[in-house]
């Protein structure tokens, strides 16, 4: 079981929709990050968050807003999205951003479709 | 050129027999490596990390790192059915963003 929790698991949403992921973790991490996978390819880089403090906008289109309430949390806010931002949505967390020798450990994901 | 490659596969082996995955990348100043395993529709999940050259080994998987040649490979031995999943190969320079390759594909067949 992963310790980094993300909810939903499916999304389902409209064009017009505003809904907002959610990820959690409680190992202590002080980086959380956002990535993009679409099918057969890598996890693209979108957020990342050090120590509640947003450090890398990797030029998202500002439908997508991330937001980080504290050191355990971090959302994703969703509003006019187009069906091609449907995607797997990874979160991500590691002890800290700049230390060379921190792996990602990733959430289960949440499947999102844009109809 | 891309930053961090990989064949995509499919790598076709026979259960039993070692799968053998490479990985190149272009930045020098690179420091760890990284290996996950996704399966389809999954997240990934880390199987491997090694930050000096040569061999790491854990269980079934050997991990080993030549950074002259800026190489970095996997071994599967013994592999099984349940190996079979996109192997993404991972590298980070310090202070800098995880890179992805794009990830080969491992068929291990009954």
């Known amino acids: 079981d992963t310790e980094v929790t993300q909810t939903p698991k499916h999304l389902v949403m409209g064009m017009t929709n505003k809904k907002s992921l959610k990820c959690e973790q409680h190992?202590?991490?002080?980086?959380m990050y956002w990535y993009k996978q679409k099918a057969k390819k890598p996890p693209e880089l979108m957020f990342v968050?050090?120590?509640?403090?947003?450090?890398i906008n990797e030029s998202v289109p500002s439908r997508f807003s991330p937001e980080c309430p504290n050191s355990s949390l971090l959302n994703l806010h969703l509003h006019a999205l187009q069906p091609e931002d449907s995607a797997l949505y990874l979160c991500?967390?590691?002890?800290?951003?700049?230390?060379?020798?921190?792996?990602?450990?990733f959430g289960n994901g949440t499947r999102l479709t844009v109809t | 050129q891309k930053e961090v490659e990989q064949n995509s596969g499919p790598l076709s082996v026979p259960e039993g027999a070692i799968a053998s995955l490479n990985c190149t990348y272009s930045?020098?100043?690179?420091?760890?490596f990284f290996w996950y395993r996704q399966y389809s529709g999954k997240s990934p999940e880390l199987i491997m990390s090694i930050y000096s050259n040569g061999d790491k080994e854990d269980g079934r998987f050997t991990a080993q790192l030549n950074k002259a040649s800026q190489y970095v490979s996997l071994l599967i031995r013994d592999s099984q059915p349940s190996d079979s999943a996109t192997y993404l190969c991972a590298v980070r320079a310090a202070g800098n963003k995880l890179t992805f390759g794009g990830g080969t594909r491992v068929l291990v067949k009954p």
């Open positions: 991500a967390s590691s002890p800290t951003r700049s230390s060379y020798n921190s792996p990602l450990h």
């Open positions: 190992m202590g991490h002080r980086a």
């Open positions: 930045d020098r100043g690179s420091q760890s």
């Open positions: 968050y050090s120590y509640e403090k947003l450090s």
